[in-house]
């Protein structure tokens, strides 16, 4: 017999007596999303246009720093807890060592100062890497055709500074140097800054759902070669484990798994082998896809933007790093 056909002499179990009534399901669900578990990210561009679409990110836009007040302040309305903040480059500020990163007048130093004497509440967060700064488009310093991994520590490091100086709460580095998080941690605790975050991305993938992020930064053309070197293989899920076990032995806070749903196995392993708060970036690639789906009308917005980002919670994920930020908190606040 059966064992889950009846228990003794009972008649047998029926799984849908608790999911047959909307208040049974909230009462009985495992997890639950809300807009405390979101990152908006926002492309930043020097200038005064205000806004400007991303082509191949519909619904999505750069925007200057007189716009950005009035547009992170959507995210301080609907109870999003923090920004993630990404710039976008003149070609003119750009070089082959990047140090545009290391000026503490740059686009969001001055951005992070703006934004906490306005929401001094809202968390920020600031992405720690070389490409949108480099004429090559790679992460780290290039030397000879080949990453300069150590070299490329100390500038990070700078960036690092200036940027906590300016009031980015949490540095998120997506470099993928061996080392960074500790060359990072000491000169942090160094100055004094010992309570700023790092949310390492500990898990980036060499992936090919990237395209339209680049797109946003104008770093797709810029790209010299590719980040296979230093990113991760996605045929690889052991060699992740160890690289978020040296982060944390570094002193990383958090930790990032990027790209998201491709990867879920992997946040899945990475939250319960280490239980430490967990974050997955649902990277510019996903969220074109789904948006390009639900604007030809092939899906609906109204179950798929969120059924996308529980998938993140289902598998263990502490917050999500979404594109979707702002629709998903839409939702959820209307029930």
């Known amino acids: 017999m059966n064992q889950f056909s009846t228990l003794g002499s009972y008649p047998a179990v029926r799984m849908r007596r608790n999911r047959a009534?909307?208040?049974?399901?909230?009462l009985v669900a495992e997890n639950v999303l809300s807009a405390n578990d979101l990152i908006w990210p926002i492309f930043l561009k020097e200038g005064s246009m205000r806004s400007?679409?991303?082509?191949?990110?519909?619904?999505?836009?750069?925007v200057t720093l007189d716009g950005l007040i009035e547009h992170a302040g959507r995210a301080v309305d609907l109870g999003i807890p923090a920004i993630a903040l990404f710039p976008v480059i003149a070609s003119d500020r750009k070089d082959s060592e990047g140090r545009e990163a290391t000026n503490p007048d740059n686009l969001i130093c001055t951005a992070s100062r703006l934004l906490k004497a306005t929401y001094p509440s809202?968390?920020?967060i600031g992405d720690v890497a070389l490409d949108p700064y480099t004429t090559h488009g790679h992460d780290g310093v290039l030397r000879d055709g080949l990453i300069a991994n150590d070299e490329s520590l100390d500038i990070l490091a700078q960036q690092a500074m200036v940027l906590a100086q300016a009031g980015i709460d949490t540095l998120a580095p997506s470099d993928m140097m061996d080392g960074r998080i500790g060359k990072l941690r000491t000169t942090l605790d160094l100055a004094g800054l010992t309570d700023v975050r790092l949310m390492s991305y500990a898990a980036k993938y060499a992936s090919g759902f990237?395209?339209?992020?680049?797109?946003?930064l104008g770093s797709s053309g810029a790209l010299k070669g590719d980040k296979r070197t230093y990113q991760?293989?996605?045929?690889?899920?052991?060699?992740?484990?160890?690289?978020?076990?040296?982060?944390?032995?570094?002193g990383a806070d958090m930790i990032m798994v990027k790209p998201g749903m491709p990867y879920l196995d992997i946040i899945q392993r990475v939250t319960t082998t280490f239980n430490v708060p967990t974050f997955a970036y649902q990277v510019s690639g996903e969220y074109s896809m789904i948006k390009g789906a639900i604007n030809n009308g092939w899906l609906d917005a109204d179950t798929v933007i969120l059924e996308s980002l529980m998938a993140f919670k289902r598998a263990g994920c502490s917050g999500v790093l979404t594109y979707f930020a702002i629709e998903a908190a839409?939702?959820?606040?209307?029930?």
């Open 21 to 26: 009534d909307d208040w049974t399901r909230r």
């Open 52 to 62: 400007e679409a991303i082509t191949s990110m519909p619904g999505q836009v750069r």
């Open 122 to 124: 809202l968390g920020l």
């Open 210 to 216: 990237y395209g339209p992020f680049r797109d946003a």
């Open 232 to 250: 991760m293989d996605p045929a690889n899920s052991h060699e992740a484990l160890r690289e978020v076990a040296m982060d944390l032995q570094e």
């Open 330 to 335: 839409e939702r959820l606040k209307r029930g």
